[in-house]
């Protein structure tokens, strides 16, 4: 799997490589299934320009004291999940530690919930701690190359719910509500709220179609700091005080127990973001300032994913995604193949790459 983000040269640029990215799992009465994740991470974020505006940036500018930190060659990220599925219910459980190798001791993640699935409504509540992907600072920490502080890895806890109602065969509703905290090494705290809500209608009339499902997307942000810089105190994350998206999606999925599946999601519109001004250092304020920032205009997001069967125990996976947002634009790009035990006469949605690594 590799992940590409734009942004500054050695700050907030990040390339992401999970080579090796392996899974395995049982299951065990139709019931219970458990799983073991291993992946091997590799981070480059490009060079680090001279005096930067980084660590513990200077009054007057200065060359680096210490190598910046601007890659991470060998961590290894782990994961145990577990779930329990009925007629109507699965609950899960999942366990795991930051990439080994990171500047900033690594910290546990860990993810526990459950989703019901009713007659015309499904509902789902997370309770949730993950590491803040957006950078290295943000992601494992990094060096201050002025004074060889160590800072950085963020954790972002908390807790999400989510609802699909079904209002006629054809019509559904959907909204999603995540409340947060972020905290990391010589960071400041940061709070976070999201909301979502999105109406939809279903054609299932396509020959090769499960269905396709169209409609309005609504989405808002509201973070209680900006910390997205990194100077001291700051994160490295987008966290915008508020973002609104405002957007009109199609997603579609194939029908199952053929010999490939896919599922697909588009969306386009209006996204905008509003940043405050924000001290150089928020844990020790000496009255310099980033600018406050702004931006509107056009966004978008693509997804698509697949399993195809190459024989009766072996199946290839491919995802590839493109984000572009007003602050920055990210793909990604997932290839891979495994193998099954009992014999697969056709492929089903729970065989495609988000199902199977548990991101939904």
């Given at each position: 799997?590799r992940t590409w983000r734009t942004g500054t040269d050695g700050l907030s640029q990040l390339k992401s490589?999970?080579?090796?990215?392996?899974?395995?799992?049982?299951?065990?009465?139709?019931?219970?299934?458990?799983?073991?994740?291993?992946?091997?991470?590799?981070?480059?974020?490009?060079?680090?320009?001279?005096?930067?505006?980084?660590?513990?940036?200077?009054?007057?500018?200065?060359?680096?004291?210490?190598?910046?930190?601007?890659?991470?060659?060998?961590?290894?990220?782990?994961?145990?999940?577990?779930?329990?599925?009925?007629?109507?219910?699965?609950?899960?459980?999942?366990?795991?530690?930051?990439?080994?190798?990171?500047?900033?001791?690594?910290?546990?993640?860990?993810?526990?919930?459950?989703?019901?699935?009713?007659?015309?409504?499904?509902?789902?509540?997370?309770?949730?701690?993950?590491?803040?992907?957006?950078?290295?600072?943000?992601?494992?920490?990094?060096?201050?190359?002025?004074?060889?502080?160590?800072?950085?890895?963020?954790?972002?806890?908390?807790?999400?719910?989510?609802?699909?109602?079904?209002?006629?065969?054809?019509?559904?509703?959907?909204?999603?509500?995540?409340?947060?905290?972020?905290?990391?090494?010589?960071?400041?705290?940061?709070?976070?709220?999201?909301?979502?809500?999105?109406?939809?209608?279903?054609?299932?009339?396509?020959k090769r179609l499960d269905y396709l499902a169209i409609g309005p997307r609504l989405s808002v942000d509201?973070?209680?700091?900006?910390?997205?810089?990194?100077?001291?105190?700051?994160?490295?994350?987008?966290?915008?005080?508020?973002?609104?998206?405002?957007?009109?999606?199609?997603?579609?999925?194939?029908?199952?127990?053929?010999?490939?599946?896919?599922?697909?999601?588009?969306?386009?519109?209006?996204?905008?973001?509003?940043?405050?001004?924000?001290?150089?250092?928020?844990?020790?304020?000496?009255?310099?300032?980033?600018?406050?920032?702004?931006?509107?205009?056009?966004?978008?997001?693509?997804?698509?994913?697949?399993?195809?069967?190459?024989?009766?125990?072996?199946?290839?996976?491919?995802?590839?995604?493109?984000?572009?947002?007003?602050?920055?634009?990210?793909?990604?790009?997932?290839?891979?193949?495994?193998?099954?035990?009992?014999?697969?006469?056709?492929?089903?949605?729970?065989?495609?790459?988000?199902?199977?690594?548990?991101?939904?």
């Amino acid at each position: 799997k590799r992940t590409w983000r734009t942004g500054t040269d050695g700050l907030s640029q990040l390339k992401s490589d999970n080579v090796p990215f392996f899974e395995g799992y049982v299951s065990y009465r139709d019931a219970h299934r458990f799983a073991l994740k291993l992946e091997r991470i590799k981070l480059d974020s490009g060079t680090l320009g001279d005096r930067a505006f980084i660590g513990n940036y200077p009054t007057t500018p200065q060359n680096y004291s210490f190598n910046p930190t601007n890659k991470l060659n060998a961590g290894i990220e782990p994961h145990f999940y577990y779930d329990f599925t009925d007629e109507r219910h699965r609950f899960f459980a999942e366990l795991g530690y930051t990439p080994t190798d990171g500047i900033v001791d690594s910290k546990p993640l860990w993810r526990v919930g459950m989703l019901h699935s009713g007659l015309k409504t499904d509902w789902g509540m997370t309770l949730f701690s993950d590491p803040v992907r957006q950078s290295i600072l943000s992601y494992t920490g990094i060096v201050d190359p002025y004074t060889g502080q160590q800072w950085g890895r963020v954790m972002k806890t908390g807790l999400a719910l989510s609802s699909i109602y079904r209002n006629q065969a054809d019509w559904t509703t959907s909204g999603n509500i995540s409340i947060n905290q972020y905290k990391g090494r010589s960071v400041d705290d940061n709070k976070h709220a999201s909301f979502s809500v999105s109406l939809n209608k279903t054609f299932t009339r396509y020959k090769r179609l499960d269905y396709l499902a169209i409609g309005p997307r609504l989405s808002v942000d509201l973070y209680d700091k900006n910390l997205g810089q990194f100077t001291i105190g700051h994160g490295g994350y987008f966290s915008p005080q508020k973002m609104i998206q405002a957007m009109f999606g199609a997603h579609a999925l194939s029908k199952e127990s053929y010999q490939y599946v896919f599922e697909s999601d588009i969306a386009l519109g209006y996204i905008s973001y509003d940043e405050d001004a924000a001290p150089f250092f928020p844990l020790n304020e000496d009255g310099r300032f980033y600018a406050k920032n702004n931006a509107s205009g056009f966004g978008m997001s693509v997804k698509l994913e697949t399993a195809w069967r190459l024989h009766s125990n072996w199946y290839a996976i491919g995802r590839t995604s493109y984000l572009r947002g007003k602050k920055y634009k990210e793909s990604e790009l997932l290839l891979g193949i495994r193998y099954v035990f009992d014999s697969r006469p056709a492929l089903f949605s729970t065989d495609l790459p988000s199902n199977i690594f548990h991101k939904k």
